[in-house]
């Protein structure tokens, strides 16, 4: 590690031979005219509409397929028509003889144009505004559907309402969604409709499920865990609405699930959950909509967390169409009490046979996930003395099995690679999974026993884990293996000609591809995409003879095509993929300057690190530029990949646009490098990860020769906001000027599910929980004024406001010079557009006259 001193002196040593040389010289401050607060908001303005041009508008999102009678696909999806600016729905069809390559397909409005959804954020229920923040959705109107795929019932939330329609197939024009009617007051939220009975449609509202019936237009209120009452203390419990840490930490935004299909039994059933927050600790913010103040439930790191079971509510449907039987039914055992260690219930479904429901369970070191099975017969009318452990049963069949189990030293990270296939035996379940077992995310093909005891032998639930609590797994076969990773979201599977279609990084973590694996012949993988682009939304039918991708490069815009696959056997060399035409064609940016240049480093410590570099857009050779390192630095994240970087990196251009050099650098920690790679940050979160990043901006500027060392600015939102503060910590002499944006600065004050997976729970880390605060170094902050500037929401209920104003009081206590910019009615990321604008402004400013 070089010294602050020999830096300082390499530094200007580099400084005067560069200076030297001939062609080669800094750019002086007063050859840059000093902008007015006016005049750079002007600026942004301008900067704003030029760019919005740098990507191909709205690229279509949520695809999904459906069969018509007559043999066309029709593929709806959401984007902004050329003439709007909210999302809609809209489809375009595909004629069983259609395969010809080159062409735009022709988008139809499925909505009626002059249908009104949501225009603004005044009109989002505090809910809405919540589920948006977890969702980190960015666009106005509709932004998720549901479709019933045999009668083409479509149903989608919007301005805390549910609308219908019904797409016959045979269209004469776009369709006027009906309100579906309720006499509940709240947000609408989270619409399912009933697999094989398209006129139920379930949804959540206030912490509780309702069910609406679209013939009858009845509506009834399936549970009761919310009192009503205005105290949030006093009304822990919801039913269907996962906890925070569960939507933020673990992606999963869905409560409840309809049992696949009809039993004949003339029961509808649907598996909830219920959430307990009665230890989570409740905060209060000042709300957004008044003068009040709002509520929220957020577990610390080594708080206690939400508590999650799984109930069933199950009804009857009457010749006239009445919902009535309305049943609740409980676990035998609650989850927690067969399960004393786990934490979190983070993945729930049920098996195609709708014999059993699935759940995944995780510790709360996030070190040992099970896969568990419950049988249909396993839930009750609730009993007395539920919770008494020493009860006896005897199931008919073992109605708690676990069917798997995985432990990590490190952590596990979840995912939804997860397809029950085909049992060959009634005692026995196969599926396909995906694992990091092997360092590297890949799937696995297992067979699992289930067969029960069948002596009728009476057990008490204390011997159940030598019983049905261990796994008896009879086969398990690697599907894929190398050191690549399979990406954590979905596979599909052709079970006709036994194939697994998946996402990838085989040809290099820079690019994303689809892959196909036969289940006879594992290991012998194709690409299916091609190498020079990455391919980062993929949709297949369920049938897995049609495929949408969405594909892009650093120097294209985003395309969006559509193929036919075919194959005449069960190999993946007999597999076609036909092109059929474009939603979005290909394109590419009217300068190639928007392009950033990707860089590639071996480190010290032998990783390969890559980095990126968007030049001034006003670039000369020989000219050394200020350079903002925008930094994120935290796992989950990759900054750098072969991707167009469009509208998402806005304010990458802007600085661009405005005659600074802007770096990001994936140091040690990011993502899709394997587990070891991510590891790198494990128990020391904040104390690393910055070496790696100062590493490779050395390097960057010794090889381009365009980079000032003496003007950097470190720049970045949430972890990097937290590492935008530590760069000026610890790198003092390097980063002259820190913007941090929404900044973590103690891990004790973050959320569970996150900082625990990372930095163990404090307890067990008391010496990385200080390590890693930046409260702890308040006193290595610079003496010199205008080096500081934090930006916060104060309504932010992710890293909230608290971090920020902690580190203000130290600041003050101690009389460290900072600048502080609050944005009253913005959350974690800035959505509205002149909160957005003027934070804009603010940057420019601070760096103009300060860097």
């Known amino acids: 590690m070089i ?48 760019l919005s041009g740098v990507s191909a508008g709205s690229v279509p999102s949520s695809i999904t397929f459906r069969s018509l009678p007559d043999g066309r696909t029709r593929i709806y999806f959401l984007s902004t028509p050329s003439n709007g600016w909210e999302t809609t729905l809209l489809y375009v069809d595909i004629a069983h003889a259609d395969h010809a390559n080159g062409y735009r397909l022709h988008w139809q409005p499925v909505i009626e144009a002059n249908f009104q959804s949501v225009s603004s954020t005044n009109r989002l229920s505090k809910e809405e505004q919540l589920l948006w923040e977890r969702k980190r959705l960015a666009t106005w109107g509709i932004t998720s559907y549901e479709i019933h795929a045999e009668s083409g019932k479509l149903v989608f939330p919007a301005a805390s309402s549910l609308y219908q329609c019904v797409d016959t197939g ?42 609406s019936h679209s013939i009858t237009g009845s509506s009834v209120r399936l549970t009761h865990a919310r009192k009503g009452g205005r105290s949030l203390i006093d009304d822990p419990l919801t039913a269907g609405t996962p906890s925070y840490v569960m939507q933020e930490e673990f992606t999963r935004y869905i409560g409840y699930w309809w049992q696949p299909k009809s039993m004949f039994d003339g029961i509808y059933r649907i598996v909830y959950e219920e959430v307990d927050e009665s230890d989570v600790k409740i905060y209060c913010f000042p709300s957004s909509n008044s003068d ?25 449907l009457t010749e006239s169409l009445h919902i009535v039987d309305i049943e609740i039914l ?17 993945r729930v479904g049920w098996t195609p046979d709708a014999q059993y429901i699935w ?57 939804d690679l997860l397809y029950f296939l085909e049992p060959n035996d009634v005692n026995e379940v196969k599926f396909i999974w995906g694992s990091e077992e092997s360092e590297f995310r890949h799937l696995y093909l297992i067979t699992s026993s289930i067969a029960g005891l069948s002596n009728g032998v009476e057990e008490p639930l204390d011997r159940m884990d030598s019983i049905f609590l261990r796994p ?71 049938e897995c003879t049609m495929l949408v991708t969405v594909y892009s490069s650093i120097k294209t815009l985003p395309t969006c095509q559509v193929f036919k696959i075919s194959q005449t056997d069960w190999t993946v060399e007999s597999i076609s993929l036909t092109p059929v035409g474009y939603l979005l064609e290909p394109s590419v940016p ?140 610890q790198y003092p002499d390097i980063f002259k000027l820190a913007i941090a944006g929404a900044p973590v600065t103690s891990w004790n004050f973050y959320d569970t599910g996150y900082t625990e997976r990372y930095m163990d729970l404090p307890q067990n880390n008391s010496h990385g ?29 992710n890293v909230h406001f608290y971090h920020t104003s902690q580190l203000i009081n130290a600041l003050v206590k101690i009389g460290k010079p900072y600048q502080l910019q609050v944005y009253p009615n913005e959350r974690h990321s800035l959505r509205s557009l002149d909160a957005s604008k003027h934070y804009e402004t603010t940057l420019l400013s601070f760096l103009q006259n300060h860097l």
Not at 192 to 206: D, E, K, R, V
Request: hydrophobic share 35%; aromatic share 10%; charged share 20%.
């Open 769 to 797: 929980y200080m390590a890693g605060s930046v409260l702890t170094y308040v006193n290595k902050f610079p003496d010199e004024e205008n080096r500081l500037l934090i930006i916060h929401g104060l309504i932010d209920e």
């Open 170 to 211: 045979f269209m004469p024009g776009p369709l006027f969604p009906s309100e579906i009617r309720m006499s509940t007051t709240g947000a609408k939220l989270c619409p399912q409709i009933c697999p094989w009975n398209n006129a139920l449609i379930a949804h959540t509202c206030s912490g509780d499920l309702y069910l």
């Open 330 to 346: 409980e676990l035998q055992y609650p989850l927690h009490i067969m399960f004393p260690w786990m934490e979190y219930m983070v």
């Open 590 to 729: 009217e300068s190639e300057l928007l392009a950033p240049e990707i860089f590639t480093h071996k480190i010290k410590s032998g990783d390969t690190v890559y980095s990126m570099i968007f030049k001034p857009h006003n670039f000369q050779p020989g000219i050394k530029y200020p350079t903002i390192l925008n930094v994120y630095g935290g796992p989950e994240v990759q900054l750098v990949s072969n991707t167009f970087k469009g509208l998402r990196h806005l304010r990458m251009h802007m600085l661009a646009a405005q005659g600074y050099c802007v770096v990001l650098i994936d140091s040690r920690g990011s993502q899709h490098r394997g587990l070891i790679f991510e590891s790198h940050l494990r128990r020391r979160m904040g104390t690393v990860e910055l070496n790696d990043q100062v590493e490779v901006l050395e390097w960057l500027t010794e090889t381009t020769g365009y980079i000032d060392l003496n003007r950097v600015a470190l720049h970045g939102w949430s972890y990097g906001g937290y590492l935008s503060l530590m760069g000026l910590i």
């Open 292 to 316: 009040e103040v709002d509520e929220f439930r957020f577990p610390r790191a080594g708080m206690p967390n939400a508590r999650s079971n799984l109930k069933m509510v199950q009804f009857r």
């Open 472 to 542: 008896r797994i009879t086969s398990k076969i690697a599907l894929t293996q190398g050191d690549w990773e399979v990406l954590g979201k979905k596979i599909w599977v052709d079970e006709v000609n036994f194939i697994v279609y998946f996402c990838g990084f085989r040809e290099g973590p820079l690019e994303q591809h689809v892959y196909a694996v036969s289940l006879r012949r594992p290991l012998e993988i194709r690409l299916l995409t091609r190498p020079g682009y990455s391919y980062n939304s993929i949709y297949f039918n369920k």
């Open 359 to 415: 759940v995944q369970l995780l510790d709360r070191k996030q070190q040992k996930l099970e896969l568990v099975l419950l049988s249909i017969d396993n839930f009750c009318e609730p009993p007395p003395n539920t919770y008494n452990t020493e009860k006896h049963f005897i199931p008919a069949s073992p109605s708690v099995q676990v069917i798997y189990s995985e432990q990590s030293p490190i952590w596990i990270n979840v995912n």
């Open 3 to 50: 010294s602050p001193k020999d830096r300082r002196q390499r530094m200007e040593n580099m400084d005067t031979a560069s200076n030297e040389s001939a062609g080669e010289q800094a750019v002086p401050d007063s050859t840059v005219p000093r902008k007015s607060w006016s005049e750079l908001r002007a600026v942004v303005s301008d900067l704003r509409r030029k």
